[in-house]
């Protein structure tokens, strides 16, 4: 199973188009295959450090995908990509 996260902030214009493009694009996937876990800096101190500047972010098993803008062509391509590996 592939880990995805999304990590965000209330109010936050860019993070709602990101987790809509999010659920689109693993919707379109195999059930069970991604796992979906939202994270707000506004929620964890050392996030915020490390990610304020960036939101929304778009981590894929611990690894940076995305940040700002999120392609939902290039996250289908990540998501079925790591699938097949």
Do not use: F, N, Y
């Amino acid at each position: 199973m592939t880990a995805l996260t999304l990590i965000s902030k209330p109010d936050c214009h860019l993070c709602d188009v990101a987790r809509e493009i999010v659920e689109t694009v693993v919707a379109d996937l195999p059930e069970g295959e991604v796992e979906i876990e939202e994270l707000s800096i506004a929620d964890d101190a050392a996030l915020h450090a490390q990610w304020w500047e960036k939101i929304p972010v778009v981590l894929i098993d611990g690894e940076l995908h995305a940040h700002w803008r999120v392609s939902a062509d290039r996250l289908r391509t990540a998501l079925t990509a790591g699938a097949r590996a």
